[in-house]
């Protein structure tokens, strides 16, 4: 059926009127009372509708203030008994200390049902702004208490070090390891820097494997040294201070000093053991290697006079093809080489037959000039 410029002027009037009825509202489900300076939290908002509202969006704005940082971590959207459900969690991480508020921010966007029947009247597939009804909200604040840190780093973590060897020679490198695993501001791990009398230290930037958590970043931060001596050195111990929010307390991650051994360089005498010449079973075998070495020449040398008699490809050339002496006069007369014209002549007077003249020809190949 078609529809009526009626129809559509009454559809367009109606859009802003259109589908309010849905109603829906907001809960805190859960925030933290207090947190130290840098520990993150979860914070959970739930937004129920009163039927399955299809045609509503929601869309948070996260709060990066000089006071607190927060983040969306994941956005859950259900339907239960017919009524819309839909959690946020998000992640808050104070900048500073003291009682701090927050407030989050939003819009829900509503497409009326006309719109999208106008549109498709149109032969439009998308919606336009225009036809989106955009609603500014504001989520229930609450404030918690932020407390000072005087940690570089929070969270749960543990600090390890590890070594490739022990004993090297000298002027031989040693590959350290330092890995900071654990959940909390890993993104905040400052490089390790050693200071060795006598040591030189090649270093790599920190390589972090890190995801996003409801207590911050989860995973590890590695860097990688390596070590050049030519004396024995200790390998200093590395501490970071923490602040543990598994046990809300100050604490250092610590390991333990590593002692180096650095032995002389390598040299021609230690490379390989003087022979025994008075071992019969060292001289058999030196005669052995000896004798694989001379016929390894002889067979070389033979080979070589040999080669020069190896059957060789004969190359095949175009006046082979002629059965008779007029067809190879005009097969050299066709090639026009002047090189060939004492032989047309002899072949043509009668001289020489065909076999001569090819044996000629041969020969005139290889020299380079007629036989006379």
Known sequence: MKRSLGNLLIAMIALPTCG??????????????TLRVDQSALVRYECRFDESAADYAIKLHPVDSASYKLTILREQNRVVKGKRIDTFDLVLTPKQSGTIPVAMEGVVEYVPAGAVDYNAHLGRDNVSKIDIVTTNITLPTFSFESKPNDAALTGKMTLEISADKTRVRAHEPLHLS?????????????????????????SESP??????????DSGEVRQEFALVSDKPYVIPPVSLNLFDTEHNRYSHLT???????????????????APDLTNTATLRRYALYAGLIAFGAAAGEVLRRVW?????????????????SKELVMLLALDGDKRYDNIVSRLESGEIGLREAKKKLDKLTLDKKVDQ
């Open 178 to 202: 330092i890995i900071l695993k654990g959940t909390g501001n890993l993104e905040k791990f400052t490089p390790i820097e050693f200071n060795i009398s006598g040591v030189k230290v090649f």
């Open 255 to 273: 390991t333990a000093p590593i002692p180096v051994e650095v032995e002389e360089g390598y040299d021609v005498s230690s490379l390989l053991d």
């Open 20 to 33: 309010w009825s849905v109603t829906y509202h907001w809960q805190l489900l859960r925030s933290p009372q």
């Open 207 to 216: 390589q972090k494997q890190l995801s996003a958590t409801s207590e911050g």
């Open 308 to 324: 020069k008699y190896r059957p060789r490809r004969k190359t095949k050339r175009f006046w082979e093809r002629a059965r008779s």
